[in-house]
C-alpha cells in the first residue's frame, strides 16, 4: 500500500521555536506539497516541490520554508513560530496528472 | 480570492437519502475535478474525479455531474449511510508545465447522515 508518512501527530511548541515539519513518501514521485487545513477556508498551498531541490511557492508562503534534498522527503520549516501559524498540516505527493496522496497531517499548536 | 467555491459549509440527511454538494469555479484552463473525502484525524483521501469532456462519471453510489458552460460540478451520494459521514472537498487542477498540477480545493462540506 502506497503511503505518505507524517513524522508527527501532534506537536506543541513555543513561539519564536524553529519548527520542522518532516514528509516521507514511498511512491517515487515527483512532486510534493505542504497545505494548511483551516476550519472554514479549506486546503490552502504553502510550498511544493517538483523535484529534487527544486520548491516553488504557493498562495501563502510567507513564515515558512521547505527543503527537498532527496527524492523521497519533503521538510517544511517554520522559521520562526507564531500562534497564527497554529493549523493542520498536511503533506501530499503525486505523479503528474493524478489526484494526490494525502499523509494523514500534523496538528501543530503554537503557544 | 477562493479560485473554486464549494457549498454547503454542512449537510445533515437521513439514511437512505441523497447528498449533494456543489462547487463552482471561474478559471477555465481547469482541466480536472477532483473530489475528496476526509474522516477526523485522517488526511484527505481521493474518492472520485472527472475531466471536462465528460458530462456525468458515477462510480458506485458517487456520482460527479460536471456543467461546463455553467462552470460547476456537483458530487451526489445516493443511498447515503451512516459511515459516509465526513468532510468532502471539491478541487480542480491546472497543469504548471513541470509535469506537476496545482490543485485548488473547495472550503470543504461537513456531511453528518442520521441513521
Known amino acids: 500500500d502506497v503511503k505518505v508518512t507524517q513524522s508527527s501527530r501532534y506537536l506543541v511548541k513555543r513561539t519564536g521555536e524553529k519548527v520542522f515539519l518532516e514528509c516521507v513518501q514511498d511512491?517515487?514521485?515527483?512532486?510534493m506539497f505542504w497545505y494548511r487545513q483551516d476550519p472554514g477556508l479549506g486546503l490552502r498551498l504553502i510550498y511544493f516541490?517538483?523535484?529534487?531541490?527544486?520548491?516553488e511557492k504557493g498562495d501563502i508562503p510567507e513564515g515558512y520554508s521547505v527543503s527537498r534534498e532527496k527524492k523521497e522527503r519533503f521538510s517544511l520549516i517554520l522559521e520562526s513560530a507564531s500562534t497564527n501559524q497554529t493549523s493542520m498540516y498536511l503533506c501530499?505527493?503525486?505523479?503528474?496528472?493524478?489526484?494526490?496522496?494525502f499523509g494523514s497531517g500534523t496538528r501543530l499548536t503554537v503557544v | 480570492q477562493q479560485q473554486v467555491k464549494q457549498s454547503p459549509q454542512s449537510l445533515i440527511v437521513q439514511k437512505g437519502g441523497i447528498s449533494i454538494i456543489n462547487c463552482a469555479y471561474e478559471n477555465t484552463a481547469f482541466d480536472y475535478f477532483p473530489w475528496y473525502q476526509q474522516f477526523p484525524g485522517k488526511g484527505p483521501a481521493l474518492l472520485i474525479a472527472i475531466r471536462p469532456d465528460v458530462s456525468e462519471k458515477k462510480e458506485g453510489r458517487f456520482t460527479i455531474s460536471f456543467n461546463k458552460s455553467a462552470k460547476q460540478f456537483s458530487l451526489h451520494i445516493m443511498d447515503s449511510q451512516p459511515g459516509d459521514s465526513a468532510t468532502y472537498f471539491c478541487a480542480a487542477s491546472i497543469g504548471l508545465g513541470t509535469g506537476s498540477n496545482q490543485f485548488y480545493f473547495g472550503t470543504g462540506t461537513s456531511l453528518t447522515v442520521i441513521p
Open positions: 501530499a505527493s503525486t505523479y503528474s496528472p493524478g489526484g494526490y496522496t
Open positions: 516541490s517538483y523535484d529534487v531541490k527544486m520548491k
Open positions: 511512491m517515487d514521485h515527483e512532486n
